[in-house]
């Protein structure tokens, strides 16, 4: 109980620092916010900000290890029958009909996206994470499909789900940054999804099915 409560109020500290960092760097742009005005306006020390972030991109990119285990965690967790391809259509599907920020299709997510392009330092900080994000998918495919270690269908399965999300993610962005109605937006990102996990179904539809109780493996 008091282990719970302590990593409880960690959390609850870490998650403010990140929201007051957040703050400051949405109105004053990313480069323009140091750590120490971080710490202060958060009223901790420089030392404590670095306990909780590596880095003053991780600030950002608060939940960044979030979605970098975003879509293997989507595979992981499919249902029953259900394929790599299906469990990461049906999970956006599911964030774009909430408005859930975790493809990046929330409100507020214009300004987020900005803040990126104005920044070489976040720019470099979210390829990789892209990066990383694909090689977790990568990995957790190759685990859950039993590949051997130099089979590459894992990672090019990978690779092909990553460029439809970021794509997908990509043109939100894009047409939110020039004004749109981000309603609108989601309402075409659904059209256009729809054309491109079916596109993906069609190729790699079959890859890394769950089996139901009961079902025979093939050979």
Same mark, same amino acid.
């Given at each position: 109980m008091e282990e719970g409560l302590r990593e409880r109020k960690k959390r609850e500290t870490r998650q403010r620092i990140a929201d007051i960092a957040m703050g400051l760097f949405l109105r004053r742009g990313f480069d323009n916010v140091t750590v120490a005005e971080v710490a202060k306006a958060a009223d901790v020390s420089v030392n404590t900000v670095f306990n909780y972030f590596r880095t003053k991109e991780d600030l950002f990119l608060d939940r960044g290890e979030e979605t970098e285990d975003l879509l293997a965690r989507a595979v992981r %967790? !499919?249902?029953?029958? %259900?394929?790599?391809? +299906?469990?990461?259509? !049906?999970?956006?599907? %599911?964030?774009?009909?909430?408005?859930?920020?975790?493809?990046?299709?929330?409100? +507020?997510?214009?300004?987020?996206?900005q803040r990126v392009r104005e920044s070489v330092a976040l720019q470099s900080r979210v390829r990789m994470l892209d990066v990383q994000r694909e090689e977790r998918l990568a990995r957790t495919l190759a685990e859950e499909s039993d590949a051997d270690h130099d089979d590459p269908d894992p990672w090019l399965v990978s690779a092909q789900i990553c460029a439809v999300v970021n794509a997908l993610t990509r043109h939100f962005a894009i047409r939110q940054m020039a004004g749109e109605d981000p309603a609108r #937006?989601?309402?075409? #990102?659904g059209r256009h999804a729809e054309r491109a996990f079916d596109l993906l179904e069609r190729g790699i539809g079959d890859y890394c099915a769950r089996p139901a109780p009961g079902a025979l493996s093939l050979p």
């Open positions: %967790e !499919r249902r029953e029958g %259900e394929t790599a391809v +299906g469990a990461v259509r !049906r999970d956006f599907f %599911e964030s774009l009909e909430s408005g859930d920020w975790r493809y990046g299709m929330s409100e +507020g997510m214009d300004l987020f996206a #937006i989601r309402a075409d #990102i």
